[in-house]
């Protein structure tokens, strides 16, 4: 439990004296919260902070670039050996805390979505 809570703290420390990551950020966008949701549900195996939020801002690129949500949810279940949940928490938090300008357009093709089994 305290190496977990060790890279939390660190992954806290990235983030808050990194500001701004690679990608610049859009308005409203919660970088923090999304570490800290992506780090505390584990599983992605992030490296590092800066990695989990360059992955979340390339998600909302993808989003804004018109790639729907079967083929987003495929490619992440695919590169993070996930189930479906862990696709669409991932899918949920980049949207909800980095580009929450996308998630009309995630849902949108999420529509008649039928999960994998």
Do not use: H
């Amino acid at each position: 439990m305290k190496s977990v809570s060790l890279a939390f703290v660190g992954a806290l420390a990235v983030v808050a004296c990194a500001g701004a990551v690679s990608a610049a950020p859009t308005a409203g966008a919660d970088s923090l919260g999304y570490v800290i949701n992506v780090t505390l549900k584990g599983g992605y195996n992030f490296p590092n902070a800066e990695a989990a939020v360059g992955y979340g801002y390339s998600l909302c690129d993808r989003i804004k670039a018109g790639e729907p949500y079967p083929a987003l949810a495929a490619s992440i279940r695919q590169q993070f050996r996930t189930d479906e949940y862990g696709a669409s928490y991932l899918l949920s938090q980049a949207t909800g805390e980095l580009c929450p300008a996308q998630i009309w357009a995630l849902r949108q093709s999420a529509g008649g979505y039928v999960p994998q089994p």
